[in-house]
């Protein structure tokens, strides 16, 4: 395991569909943060988990959105009833609690049609 | 709440001469200051930290960066820009255990 692994890489949907990504962090990282970035900005902070606890989401994540680590390890976010100010690119990074930065992973770009 | 400007949307410098782009934090407490850059389609790749101790700071690639706690800034620097530094590069804060903010990005293009 030598990163932050998300999946897919690119997704193409059409307006009112849901949508699923996949992050698989570094396996002793404890910690998962989800972003998302748009065109131009830099990316903008949505929800982070330690283990399989939420313990902060973004107003930015509205009731469409929700995240997910069941086991502690990988994590979902899923956009429900998908809207064109959506399409980003949604950036997953890991960390031990213990540490001060991020590793991030290549990011799944949506786009919503 | 913390926050960070990067007041420079675009930066060219020429291949061979030095480059800086500049980053100014707001935060309640001691600040943990981050350079990350990143290529078309890539994610972020990290560049440097400031966490404590000395203000200067040596990252990957030849970057450097100096905390500035009176000017609260945290500029990234190059001695000798090369061609294959162009990219977008992101200045961020944490203020303890608080989750990382960036800034708006910075353009860098080095042409030859």
């Known amino acids: 395991d030598t990163g932050v692994s998300q999946n897919p890489r690119h997704k193409i949907t059409k307006r009112g569909q849901n949508v699923t990504f996949r992050c698989d962090p570094i396996?002793?990282?404890?910690?998962l943060y989800w972003y998302r970035q748009t065109l131009g900005q830099g990316p903008e902070f949505l929800t982070y988990f330690q283990n399989e606890a939420q313990l902060e989401k973004s107003r930015l994540l509205s009731d469409r959105f929700s995240a997910e680590r069941p086991k502690g390890s990988f994590s979902t976010l899923e956009i429900q009833r998908t809207e064109q100010g959506d399409s980003a690119m949604y950036l997953c990074?890991?960390?031990?609690?213990?540490?001060?930065?991020?590793?991030f992973g290549s990011g799944t770009r949506l786009t919503v049609v | 709440a913390q926050s960070v400007a990067q007041p420079e949307d675009q930066v060219n410098v020429a291949e061979g001469n030095p480059l800086t782009v500049k980053c100014t934090y707001s935060v309640s407490g001691n600040p943990y200051l981050f350079w990350y850059v990143q290529y078309p389609n890539r994610g972020l790749q990290f560049l440097l930290k400031?966490?404590?101790?000395?203000?200067l700071v040596k990252g990957s690639y030849g970057f450097e960066a100096e905390f500035n706690k009176s000017q609260t800034s945290f500029h990234l620097k190059k001695p000798s820009a090369l061609v294959s530094d162009s990219a977008l590069y992101f200045c961020a804060v944490r203020a303890g255990n608080n989750d990382m903010r960036f800034g708006a990005g910075t353009r860098l293009t080095v042409k030859p």
């Open positions: 990074a890991s960390s031990l609690a213990t540490s001060y930065g991020y590793t």
């Open positions: 400031y966490i404590t101790g000395d203000n």
């Open positions: 396996s002793e990282h404890n910690r």
